[in-house]
């Protein structure tokens, strides 16, 4: 393999759309357009994640997200190339805000330095992928640890961004990342983006799909709604039906909880 760049200029486009599967189904953003200023935390079966906010901006959206998703899709188009990136990536806000599938106007440009700085600010604590050798039982970062704007006459220029060395690792790795639907980005709501990256990461294409409570999701997902609430909106997302890929179903089990199953289209007939 190439001797790893000390940056990465990113433009490749047309490639498929890859996330970093670590961060597709625990509670790492948001699923709320309006800022969210309590912390995030999810400990379950000794999996800790812990999401803090800086009041000024709050914690980094789901949205927000797609920003990292870019990232991994450049990165792991030259790891596929034979080269190996750096964690410091520079680019055209063009080129990111038409992989994403945003506008490019002015309006779009702040809109993306916002995005950034939610990014930059944003503090998670996690046991997910601790360093090797350590006895440490959570690791600390920030999802980008640098990044800035270069603009001539007003207008953008180039951007930069440098991603942490957790975000990093965790998309350089063998089987790290996980390619999803380019519709993906057309989704409007928070619920129905974390539901297919959930059903992405679980279900991937396993006859049967895979089965949640509706109890289990609301602890994933980290929403702030109330279980009832929530209910609502997963059953408005399973009646909208329109996840790429993937299908929604809600039966009840022998306990008479609600049970969501999610699987690819044609295992579940649709």
């Known amino acids: 393999m190439d001797e790893q760049l000390d940056i990465f200029e990113a433009c490749y486009v047309d490639i498929p759309i890859r996330d970093q599967r670590d961060t597709m189904e625990r509670p790492f953003f948001s699923l709320a357009k309006s800022p969210r200023k309590t912390p995030i935390e999810y400990n379950v079966n000794d999996i800790v994640v812990k999401v803090s906010p800086v009041d000024e901006y709050g914690i ?33 806000p063009y080129t ?30 996690t046991s997910i992928r601790t360093p090797r050798g350590s006895r440490t039982k959570t690791v600390g970062f920030h999802w980008i640890e640098q990044w800035y704007a270069l603009e001539e006459a007003g207008k953008p220029t180039g951007m930069s961004i440098t991603l942490s060395d957790w975000l990093y690792d965790g998309i350089v790795q063998g089987g790290g990342v996980l390619t999803i639907h380019q519709d993906y980005f057309e989704l409007k709501g928070g619920i129905e983006r974390w539901l297919y990256r959930v059903a992405r990461k679980h279900a991937g294409s396993q006859e049967g799909g895979w089965r949640f409570t509706m109890k289990q999701l609301h602890e994933k997902s980290g929403s702030m709604s109330k279980l009832s609430n929530f209910a609502c909106d997963i059953r408005k997302a399973v009646s909208t039906n329109a996840l790429p890929e993937y299908g929604l179903e809600i039966t009840r089990n022998r306990g008479g909880e609600e049970v969501v199953t999610m699987a690819k289209r044609v295992l579940i007939g649709r």
Request: glycine residues 10%; positive net charge; hydrophobic residues 45%.
């Open 60 to 92: 980094a959206t789901i949205w927000d997200a797609d920003i990292l998703i870019w990232a991994a899709t450049q990165l792991t188009e030259v790891l596929d190339r034979g080269g190996m990136p750096s964690r410091k990536i520079q680019f055209h």
């Open 96 to 125: 990111l805000l038409k992989g994403i599938r945003r506008g490019v106007g002015g309006d779009q440009y702040k809109k993306l330095q916002l995005a950034l700085r939610r990014l930059a600010s944003t503090y998670i604590q």
